[in-house]
């Protein structure tokens, strides 16, 4: 049996400048967080620090403000958050919107990320920054200004990775800048701030325009353990090790650590996907010559 909770989504500026073919959508890092906060108010016990089975099937449009899930005459956008028990003790979340079409009368519900918050925890498997970051740093580079010019063409707010992007066939390696977020410090972020693991996903898209030709967006991932939350105006480091490539799909785990070199949190299985049927191609020049 489900329990659906009304999800108020606040747009905030800072939100339109992660963009897909110029139209403005949630980040699935944001996505995960309101369901978290929203799953924890409504279930106290919940360990929201570790998830599995993530998928995000459909984007989540938030601009313009007119559509039908918009409250009118604000920057609200009416969700909701859709929770399930499951046998293992695990808890299902997802975040879904309905709309009603006038002309048929007919109510459609969309689902567009879907987690689970485990009741089981598996060994955290770590791995050392310095036993391939010198591999990877033999490997080509971008630049923050040309990877945010040429391949993630969002606006400021996300501009994250802060110096060179190092990749290699291997995986990638760079240098995030998490900002102070002044436009969000009064919301909850029991999961850490959203901008390092966003950031990660950029140099993992620069990796797949590199080595495949494919600008690719995260569809999904197996498990995410956040061990301490990121914190806002801090700066981390992302390491990403290619998994596994198929013909349209290619598969990464993710580390974010501190500039100590401590670990912040891990995300395994991350699945990448070109979801723009072809329309999306990268520049020539990024793309490595066979």
Not at 133 to 153: A, C, M, R, T
Not at 156 to 183: M, R, W
Request: net charge positive; hydrophobic share 40%.
């Amino acid at each position: 049996m489900s329990t659906r909770l009304p999800l108020d989504i606040e747009i905030y500026p800072y939100l339109l400048d992660h963009r897909f073919e110029g139209k403005a959508v949630l980040p699935a890092v944001e996505a995960m967080q309101l369901l978290a906060v929203s799953t924890q108010k409504h279930l106290p016990g919940t360990d929201i620090r570790y998830i599995e089975n993530a998928k995000f099937d459909k984007f989540f449009y938030i601009e313009p403000y007119t559509s039908q899930n918009t409250a009118p005459g604000t920057n609200i956008v009416e969700a909701f958050n859709e929770i399930e028990m499951n046998e293992n003790g695990g808890i299902t979340a997802k975040l879904i919107t309905k709309t009603r079409s006038k002309k048929a009368g007919i109510t459609r519900v969309k689902e567009h990320a879907v987690m689970q918050f485990a009741g089981d925890k598996s060994d955290i498997k770590t791995f050392s920054l310095d036993t391939v970051s010198g591999q990877i740093k033999k490997g080509f580079n971008i630049s923050s200004d040309k990877l945010y010019k040429y391949l993630v063409p969002f606006g400021p707010a996300y501009h994250n990775i802060s110096d060179t992007l190092f990749v290699s066939e291997k995986g990638a390696i760079g240098s995030i800048q998490a900002p102070k977020q002044s436009a969000t410090s009064n919301l909850k972020m029991p999961m850490g701030s959203p901008f390092p693991l966003d950031a990660a996903f950029h140099a993992a898209c620069a990796w797949g325009q590199r080595y495949l030709a494919i600008v690719g967006f995260p569809v999904g991932f197996d498990k995410r353990i956040v061990i301490q939350p990121t914190l806002p105006g801090n700066s981390y480091i992302c390491l990403i090790l290619s998994v596994n490539v198929t013909i349209d799909l290619f598969t990464f785990n993710i580390w974010l650590y501190d500039l100590n070199g401590i670990l912040f949190e891990a995300v395994y299985g991350v699945q990448m996907r070109d979801v723009s049927a072809g329309r999306m191609k990268p520049p020539q020049w990024v793309i490595k010559e066979v």
